[in-house]
């Protein structure tokens, strides 16, 4: 037989294998008898993504065709078969009661060779463990009386920038002046470091949060690689972040530790609790033995409070200002509250004030059901697991786990109406009938968001200080409904949201 003969045999046995392959493995549902949908031989159940449906529509469009069939229903995320969650108890055992069977997420990560892919959101096992016990105390309620000022400080350079801004053009794009604002929140209590991104839109830290949501290392293909097979690409050493990027967070943690060292700088933010984990050796090994955290460990900490930081709270703040503008009755509403806890504090914003504002609270719960910045949960079952009082459905070891968050956000019998905005959903009284993993934006149990309490702070203080100041209003350029970017994990909107802005007259 030729050498040709031969290599194209060898290339014939090899697809055809592959062919086996994927077969078995896009057919595992269908030999379960567990209700799914007809996968793509790549993306699997994400075929839509990027192109025509986003993926919270896929998530809440899954959640609501197959609630009723089972406790969960099967799913392939691109190549690797998944159960979406349909059942609230089983979402319960899974977020709480069986955590510590749930407890890894089971995502790419390469802390090697792609560094900032070492944080606390796509790490598991031990070394999560330890890192989230040390990392809570920054943000326990101590910590955000703290940081209070520092926020309120840079909200009030937020109104004078938009009232800069106002007497050139009284129609604003909202996204874009949040996002800048809660960039210099997030780089002044993580990084102690002024950004000055509100007063120039092209600084530094702007441009790269900006890139870090907007570039991908990848497409579609290999990005469907990592997601399907994470320990074989970590294995082949592949990278999800680019590397400029890397490169940026990596220079901005070294130089500022290395000035804070040598300055005897004490701070009591993000940054100086990862010195001390740097210094002190207050990290555990996974045989218990003493642990630094490394150079590389900070900067992937301080990446994902950046990155999650500045751009759910941005978000979140500008839908709830779109949604008030269309409902003009409930912003006023609103703002009465604002303007009476104000004035019961001599007209200064305390860290009170955020306890004592009832329908503030209202007013972000109900944006961020109705727009869940995340719409999905993913953990990673650690062995086999029946679920309780269903006999044929079982979660395998080593599956992944969808809770789709923004379907239950969407189910009718929980929310009845889900598409109408209403803060009234989450008085006091009715949120006591709901179960809590019925609200899904932060998690639930013991792996929910641990910057949850700082990210409801911020935009609570930015939604009280500009609504005391100005009137938000829909105009020619406000898209009703809004267009939503399909290209993006993330819900967020396609177009900026434009908004009529006026100036109110206030009392000092």
């Known amino acids: 037989m030729s050498m040709t003969a031969v290599l194209l045999t060898l290339i014939l046995t090899l697809f055809v294998a592959l062919c086996a392959f994927m077969q078995r493995r896009l057919s595992y549902w269908r030999r379960h008898g567990i209700a799914h949908d ?118 009030h350079n937020l109104v004078d920038v938009l009232g800069e801004q106002l007497r050139v053009d009284n129609v604003v794009e909202l996204k874009e002046i949040l996002a800048r604002f809660t960039t210099d929140v997030i780089g002044k209590v993580a990084f102690g470091i002024a950004c000055n991104s509100l007063r120039d839109p092209e600084a530094e830290f702007r441009i790269m949060g900006r890139r870090s949501f907007s570039e991908e290392r990848h497409g579609p293909v290999v990005s469907g690689f990592l997601h399907s097979f994470p320990n074989l690409a970590r294995r082949l050493r592949m990278r999800s972040i ?85 409902q003009p009755q409930l912003q006023e509403r609103l703002r009465r509250e604002v303007l009476h806890t104000f004035a019961k504090h001599n007209n200064e914003f305390t860290y009170e004030c955020l306890q004592e504002m009832q329908y503030m609270d209202q007013v972000v719960a109900e944006t961020l059901r109705k727009y869940t910045v995340v719409p999905q949960l993913n953990r990673q079952a650690l062995s086999d697991y029946p679920v309780p009082g269903h006999p044929n459905y079982v979660i395998k070891k080593g599956m992944t786990v969808l809770i789709p968050s923004v379907g239950v956000h969407y189910d ?46 911020q935009i609570r203080i930015g939604l009280a200080h500009l609504l005391r100041k100005y009137r938000f209003k829909v105009c020619h350029k406000t898209e009703t409904p809004l267009k939503m970017n399909v290209k993006s994990f993330l819900v967020n909107t396609l177009n900026g949201i434009y908004l009529r802005v006026e100036e109110l007259e206030t009392k000092n």
């Open 242 to 326: 680019n590397d400029d990027i890397s490169d940026f967070f990596m220079r901005i943690v070294r130089e500022t530790v290395e000035y804070r060292e040598q300055n005897n700088i004490k701070c009591n933010d993000f940054m100086s609790i990862l010195i001390d984990l740097r210094n002190d050796k207050k990290l555990r090994g996974e045989h218990g033995e003493e642990k630094c955290l490394t150079m590389a460990e900070m900067a992937a900490q301080t990446f994902v409070f950046f990155i999650a930081g500045f751009e759910t709270s941005s978000t979140t703040m500008s839908f709830a200002l779109y949604e008030m503008a269309l």
């Open 38 to 155: 007809k996968p793509n031989w790549l993306l699997g159940n994400l075929a839509g993504i990027q192109r025509t449906v986003s993926f919270a529509d896929i998530s809440r469009n899954i959640y609501l065709k197959y609630k009723g069939t089972g406790p969960f229903c099967g799913f392939y995320f691109f190549l690797r078969p998944a159960v979406v969650l349909l059942d609230v108890d089983l979402i319960k055992n899974v977020l709480i009661k069986d955590f510590v069977n749930f407890a890894d997420r089971g995502m790419f990560n390469n802390e090697r060779d792609d560094p900032l892919t070492g944080h606390l959101f796509l790490l598991d096992g031990h070394k999560w463990r330890s890192l989230r016990g040390k990392l809570s105390s920054t943000f326990s309620s101590g910590k955000m009386k703290f940081m209070f000022p520092t926020i309120v400080e840079v909200t």
């Open 412 to 457: 009718p019998d929980i929310y009845p109406n889900p598409d109408h905005w209403d803060p009234d959903r989450f008085t006091p009284e009715k949120r006591q009938l709901r179960e809590t993993v019925e609200w899904l934006p932060f998690g639930e149990g013991p792996r929910n968001c641990i910057g949850q309490r700082f990210g409801r702070m």
